[in-house]
């Protein structure tokens, strides 16, 4: 693949080295010029662009258009995935779902301390809402255990956000599946960032978000994706009207959609799903393998001068473990280091208590990118740089 | 106030007299710069926007800055409001938090056959999902004697997105006090159409859109009001991160944000947010009760001139039924009607099975659009013109 020429595809700020993309993905060129197009259609089209935008498609169609478009990148059947919402509304409606299949004789979610906190909260808001179940969180290497003829519902993030610990999703489908768990994957740090194949794997539901990896920018739409056998057999809990498999009859009782398309809720982003149409063009000429061949090739170089380099900064996870498109270091002075790299224009950034995360992000980031990053974090921890009192404020956002 | 120069703040096809800013509101002119702008400030903050974006103040705090903004237009004190997710989601939210509220013995939701569906559909997702209670709908003029102890929640969208009849919400949430029950108002067809007052009605939880009289663009973020005196006792169900009181923390357990802003859910659209905010400041200049007396004007002389001059239009309200912004008219080819003026350059809207359905939004609506839609109309019903095959096609989005 062309790399450079992918880099190209990105408004990069001059002086930076961005390795936060997984965090916030950087913009693609050619968001800009989408989003502006869509503001086009809103003023000349008027109301006629639920019908008539998206270049003669029309808005209404784009949940289902843009969900195709992702799906490809994590090993889904067309019509399979669906765009909107957010990535914590998206994990209520997969894990009560979840629930409702699995049965009532059992309501165990049994989920690990990796997982993303929001994640750990919806389902925990869902099971107080419901007044029966249980939340059961354990850590991470404890899952496959865990997994007794108690719990209804495995719901795990496929890369642990802080560390980058990846778990095996097809060997833990399969043991769930051997004793009738349902299974939901939230891709967070999975979709874009290596392959993932849900199908194969045999995921029941799978969600994530596009403002990652995917670059569709801040507050950008969450994808959801339901296995094609369970699709008719989904009860949808936030029952929305363009869920409903005749929206615009607008008859007073629910009757839930054909396939994923019972998945969509209220009225969807049209400025937002514009920017994530435009960042997904990028992806179009990204072979996943390649792609995830020179993410460990630079997250590898940067692992081991680091290692060589920074003798006090401790890797979050042993070399044998998967991980994803990320490396995580450990620091006392976690949040002071990041802060003093960024003053010198290299952006990571600082999850509590003491982890330092760095995305390898290959479609903008090169070899050079890398060795410079690796020059600053040395220079941060001999001149002890982070321990200025300027880098030690807390700011709201880390 | 001074209508001209309110017009003159939103770009207006030429040629089209827009009759349905109730259902999706015409583009300001404010607000591409102010898209553009945001997406710079990714471009070229990248993570750091969610601290430094918005020109300093940070992304991250749109949700309530913005939803103080909405405040104002509906009566409601500031830190009562947040922004962000869709309505549906809104009425999730605010219907099981006040289920909980009402507590456990009595778990009827009571709403009407003037709700749009998408509420009828939410609480009948919730009332599922539960395994318990019941969602009853009545017909509009039978709430007040269906206030019954057995309810616990009421649940109505102030003005019916067809007729445009409106409830009086102070009368129906003091009878509604006397009984206990919890009170959840969809201000979707009133925020932005006439004075809105939650606080003085006394009501617990009103949520609403702002792509219909606010005109903040297809997909626009709805909000949720709780009253002051409920915020700290309010469980949500959708326990999203941005909701806790540490989000920044990454804690394993959930424990609620201070206030209002435990509404908020998972990461903000910012995108939207920025068109959002623009949008308001239309509003900066605009009296509520100016607004009201104009638009009554408007719509009624839109009334009586169809009156006259097209008798097998019926009026869907008797004239003595207090209604919202738009005017409705029955006919059994409302279809077709609507189309053939939409043809003529004059947008209003149907609405199964039979209603067409027009908004009279002062902002940039004058006399002489009334006068001439009314001009069309009458054409249309005079020389049949609905008869023609091309206009009975029906669309998926009508």
């Known amino acids: 693949m062309d790399w450079e020429a992918l880099r190209g595809q990105f408004h990069l700020p001059k002086g930076v080295i961005y390795l936060d993309g997984n965090s916030l993905g950087p913009m693609p060129r050619a968001v800009p010029v989408r989003v502006g197009d869509v503001m086009e259609e809103w003023a000349d089209l008027l109301i006629r662009g639920w019908n008539e935008g998206d270049g003669g498609g029309g808005w209404m169609g784009w949940p289902g258009r843009i969900g195709d478009r992702i799906a490809r990148l994590i090993g ?121 194949d849900v199908t194969a794997a045999g995921a029941d539901f799978a969600v994530g978000c596009t403002y990652k990896y995917l670059n569709a920018g801040p507050g950008a739409p969450a994808f959801i994706y339901v296995r094609p056998e369970l699709q008719d057999r989904v009860r949808p809990a936030l029952a929305g009207w363009l869920g409903h498999a005749r929206p615009f009859a607008f008859e007073l009782g629910y009757a839930p959609g054909e396939g994923i398309d019972r998945m969509r809720v209220g009225t969807p982003p049209v400025l937002q799903l514009a920017a994530l149409d435009a960042a997904l063009d990028v992806w179009d000429a ?33 070399p044998d473990v998967p991980r994803g498109s990320q490396v995580s270091l450990r620091h006392p002075e976690g949040y002071a280091i990041v802060q003093a790299l960024i003053a010198r224009g290299v952006i990571g950034d600082f999850r509590a208590p003491d982890i330092l995360r760095f995305g390898f992000t290959p479609l903008f980031l090169s070899e050079a990118d890398v060795d410079a990053a690796v020059a600053h974090l040395a220079e941060v921890m001999e001149r002890e740089e982070y321990a200025q009192d300027r880098f030690r404020t807390r700011r709201a956002v880390t």
Chains 1, 2 share one sequence.
């Open 76 to 196: 889904a059947a067309e019509g399979t995935v669906t765009v909107g919402d957010t990535l914590s509304i998206r994990v209520y409606q997969a894990v009560a779902s979840a629930l409702h299949l699995a049965g009532p004789e059992r309501a165990v979610v049994l989920s690990d301390e990796g997982n993303f906190p929001s994640d750990l909260y919806m389902a925990e808001g869902l099971v107080s809402t419901l007044g029966r179940g249980e939340l059961r969180v354990v850590p991470p290497e404890a899952v496959m255990d865990a997994l007794t003829e108690e719990v209804s519902v495995l719901m795990l993030t496929q890369v642990d956000y802080r560390t980058g610990r990846m778990h095996d999703m097809a060997a833990l489908d399969r043991a769930a599946k051997a004793k009738g768990i349902v299974t939901v994957w939230d891709l967070a740090h999975s979709a874009g960032a290596h392959e993932v």
């Open 286 to 318: 990204v072979d996943m393998g390649q792609l995830r061949a020179r993410s460990l090739a630079l997250s590898g170089r940067f692992a081991s001068a680091v290692a060589a380099r920074c003798p006090t900064l401790t890797p979050a996870l042993a």
